[in-house]
């Protein structure tokens, strides 16, 4: 069975503060996916990133970085310089590569960014 | 830049009512799922869709439950006799390929509550 732990309930940082949100998973496939997605307070759900299990090189896009680190099951989540807009749930997810894939989501983390 | 379009955003129902939520895909994706999230809560797999038969279900998509795309562009799923406990936003999702290869794309949600 896959699960995604996210431990961080809740995180409240100043703006332009940098924040890391953790995700740590489980998998009995040797092949699987993380993805990163957000949900803003209007509800929708954006995906952000999308990363294989064989290619662990970290990726910085803008103001966000992932570090995703096989040896400990962990794919974290790095936004540099927060902004107000940044608020938002941050869910991580899992898809196996066996079947069609179906997402397993995290309990997800709600940031808050204030001024 | 295309996207998966859901209707209505938001539905009130008698419960024991039966409802149909609808959504239409992204026009060149191949996969098709319903995800539900009941509030505060993370969001949960439903139902799969490929080739015009169920992929894949969870426990939660009991017989209470249908799925459907009765022409080239929607997607629907019905809920027979409404309870209580169906009040959640449900996401519909759409992907071009298998999930782990190709990231599944969300709609805006339809906030469905259960009176």
């Known amino acids: 069975a896959q699960k995604v732990t996210q431990a961080q309930t809740e995180i409240s940082v100043v703006e332009k503060e940098d924040v890391t949100l953790d995700c740590v998973y489980e998998?009995?496939?040797?092949?699987?996916?993380l993805f990163w997605y957000k949900q803003p307070p209007s509800g929708e759900l954006v995906f952000l990133i999308r990363?294989?299990?064989?290619?662990?090189q970290n990726e910085i896009s803008g103001r966000y970085s992932w570090n995703f680190q096989k040896s400990t099951s962990s794919f974290n989540f790095t936004i540099t310089a927060s902004q107000v807009v940044d608020s938002a749930v941050y869910f991580c997810?899992?898809?196996?590569?066996?079947?069609?894939?179906?997402?397993?989501f995290g309990k997800g983390t709600m940031l808050l960014v204030s001024p | 830049e295309p996207e998966v379009t859901q209707t209505p955003s938001h539905q009130v129902t008698q419960m024991g009512q039966e409802v149909i939520l609808r959504c239409v895909p992204i026009?060149?994706?191949?996969?098709f799922y319903w995800y539900r999230q009941i509030l505060g809560q993370k969001v949960e797999f439903l139902v799969s869709?490929?080739?015009?038969?169920?992929?894949?279900k969870s426990e939660i998509f009991d017989d209470q439950f249908s799925v459907e795309r009765p022409d080239g562009s929607n997607f629907t799923l019905k809920i027979r006799s409404t309870k209580l406990e169906d009040s959640a936003m449900y996401f519909c999702?759409?992907?071009?390929?298998?999930?782990?290869?190709?990231?599944?794309?969300f709609g805006d949600g339809t906030r469905l509550s259960i009176l």
């Open positions: 999702a759409s992907s071009e390929g298998l999930s782990g290869v190709q990231p599944q794309h």
């Open positions: 998998t009995r496939d040797t092949t699987y996916y």
């Open positions: 990363r294989n299990s064989f290619d662990e």
């Open positions: 997810a899992l898809s196996g590569y066996s079947g069609y894939s179906t997402l397993t």
């Open positions: 026009s060149n994706h191949l996969y």
């Open positions: 869709f490929y080739n015009n038969e169920i992929s894949e």
